[in-house]
Structure formats: structure tokens, C-alpha cells
């Protein structure tokens, strides 16, 4: 099942992700606490990049209007353990939908409707990591961002 796909059951896929984040956070021994939990399903609400200030609107929708900081830390904690990206160039988040085993994606950003897709490109990683470590530069996070159109969005027009 492809996220770019017209129809895919995003209820499933919603809770699918839920729950393997609380599985992630028992197996590393960290607490996927309500507000982390609630910040988790408000990013996850679409494939989309979305800001922090549309997730406090999001949440705001659904609930009381919670503190900035208090989201800033969760979506912290949700990237530390890996459950939610930083979008570098759009300074927005987007849920993890990839099993990661440890090792980075390469992302593909919609510049047109924001969809994130994740992808495995183990040898861009490998190459771009040993070209680092060749200068003498000891690599402790790499992202590849890759900004365009979706499928999606070519077919619309
Ligand atoms: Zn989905
Ligand atoms: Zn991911
Ligand atoms: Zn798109």
C-alpha cells in the first residue's frame, strides 16, 4: 500500500502507526504519554508536512488549545525516537510511515500539496556517508530531502 495512492484506508494506517509507536516507546523504555501521543495522531493526520503551529490548530479543534511549548517538546521526543521527520525546508513534521531498522530514508516532498513519501536509498546513504568520513568529518545524522510534484499532483494538472 503506497500513501500516494488515491484510496488507501488512512484509518488503518493511522492506527497502525499508533500503535507501533507504542511499541517503539516500550521497547526503548520511553513514555508515549497522552499529549505525545495526541501530538503523534495530529502530525499523522494526513501524509502531509504540516507546521507546528497547524498541529496547536489541530489539536485546539479537537481539545483545549494546548501550551506551544509543550507541543515543541513532544514533536522533540516524536523526532528523538524517530516517529515523526523534520521536513528541513519547510520547517514541518510528518508522521514516520517507514520501518526504519535503524537506518535513514531519503524523502520525497510535494512542493504542491505537501505529501511525504519515504523511501530506502541504503547506497546514496553509504556513498554520501563515506565521502563525509574520507574528509574527516564524522557524520551523526544525514537527511536527503527531494522537493518536486507527486504523482498526484503531475495528473491534476
Ligand atoms: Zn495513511
Ligand atoms: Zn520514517
Ligand atoms: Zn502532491
Redesign the pocket.
Known amino acids: 500500500m503506497s500513501i500516494s495512492e488515491p484510496v488507501h484506508d488512512h484509518a488503518v494506517c493511522t492506527a497502525e502507526l499508533l500503535s507501533r509507536a507504542e511499541r517503539t516507546c516500550e521497547r526503548r523504555g520511553a513514555r508515549f504519554t497522552g499529549q505525545r501521543r495526541d501530538v503523534l495522531k495530529c502530525v499523522a493526520q494526513s501524509h502531509a508536512a504540516v507546521g507546528a503551529y497547524d498541529i496547536i490548530e489541530r489539536m485546539a479543534s479537537r481539545g483545549p488549545r494546548p501550551a506551544p511549548i509543550s507541543v515543541y517538546r513532544a514533536l522533540d521526543f516524536l523526532e528523538a525516537h ?1 516517529l515523526v ?1 523534520r521536513i528541513e525546508s519547510r520547517n514541518a513534521f510528518v508522521a ?3 520501518p ?1 531498522d535503524g537506518k535513514p ?1 531519503a524523502l520525497l516532498v510535494c512542493a504542491s500539496c505537501g505529501l511525504v513519501e ?1 523511501f530506502e536509498a541504503p547506497a546514496l546513504f553509504e556513498s554520501l556517508e563515506s565521502a563525509a568520513e574520507a574528509r574527516g568529518f564524522d557524520v551523526s545524522r544525514s537527511v536527503v530531502e527531494l522537493t518536486g510534484r507527486c504523482a498526484r499532483c503531475q495528473e491534476s494538472g
Open positions: 524517530g521527520h514516520c510511515t517507514h526504519h530514508a519515504e
